[in-house]
């Protein structure tokens, strides 16, 4: 009997959070990436718009450590900018995610101290509509291919050192963050590199056989990447 009232409960609570009623809390936004970068022709910029969901259940509902737990999801794809013609800057989902709206709109100063002004701080981004440069810190992770139909090319760009990716006159200007009504980006990076999907499928990393020690690897950051920090939408 009490097996078919936790079921029946769980079937409500999309519900239950969708109105935040009984402790069962739920937050969404969309929040738009936007790289800025100078070229030797002018400034140019290109973004990418994620969703956040973000889903919390009351403290008396569950058992032992999953009582009052958070679960998130993030969906989206990198911002892909092409700086000249056939070369292109990602910055991927690496590094990227609610939490960078969270640092970027909430400042040190003013960080949540209890469970109720973390659900403050959430529905302060959930409404807020306003848009910050971020800080170098908060940088996803910046990647180029030499030839975007070999993903082999995977390389790292430094965002101090656009120069050494792309030629003299390219710099990084800034990143921004911005909550906002937009729609959610879709297909754009895949157009460019239609072979995501299937190197996802094959290998599940862009660079095939990655050494078992980050020490062992050429990039350490890019030892791991897979085509999912691209675009969360492959494989579907």
Same mark, same amino acid.
């Given at each position: ?7 029946? !409960? ?5 519900? !239950?959070?969708?109105? %935040?009623? #009984? ?23 290109? *973004?990418?718009?994620?969703?956040? =969901?973000?889903?919390? &259940?009351? =403290? ?8 009052? %737990? ?5 969906? @989206?794809? /990198? ?12 910055? &991927? ?25 973390? @659900?403050? /701080? ?26 975007? *139909?070999?993903? !082999? ?11 050494? /990716?792309?030629?003299? @006159?390219?710099?990084?200007? *800034? ?23 299937? &190197?996802?499928?094959?290998? @599940?990393?862009?660079?095939? %056989? ?6 062992? /690897? ?6 791991? #990447? ?11």
């Amino acid at each position: 009997m009490r097996i078919r009232s936790i079921c029946r !409960l769980l079937l409500l609570l999309p519900v !239950l959070s969708g109105c %935040n009623i #009984l402790g069962f809390e739920h937050w969404s936004w969309h929040q738009k990436l936007t790289v800025i970068v100078q070229t030797p022709s002018g400034e140019i910029a290109g *973004s990418s718009v994620s969703a956040v =969901t973000i889903s919390r &259940v009351p =403290t008396w509902f569950g058992l032992g450590d999953t009582r009052g %737990n958070i679960s998130t999801g993030f969906s @989206g794809e /990198a911002v892909a900018l092409q700086v000249s013609p056939g070369k292109y800057l990602f910055a &991927v989902l690496e590094g990227y995610g609610y939490e960078t709206a969270w640092s970027a709109f909430l400042p040190a100063r003013t960080k949540p101290r209890n469970r109720a002004e973390t @659900g403050e /701080a959430y529905s302060q981004l959930q409404y807020t509509r306003t848009t910050r440069v971020l800080p170098p810190d908060l940088y996803p992770l910046l990647v180029t291919f030499d030839d975007v *139909s070999d993903p !082999l090319s995977l390389k790292r760009v430094e965002r101090d050192d656009l120069i050494s /990716a792309f030629g003299e @006159g390219y710099s990084l200007k *800034s990143v921004e963050l911005t909550i906002t009504d937009e729609p959610v980006t879709e297909g754009v990076v895949q157009k460019i590199l239609p072979w995501l999907d299937d &190197v996802g499928r094959e290998r @599940g990393t862009i660079i095939p %056989n990655p050494p078992r020690r980050l020490r062992d /690897a050429a990039d350490p950051s890019l030892q791991y #990447l897979g085509p999912l920090k691209f675009s969360t939408e492959l494989y579907k």
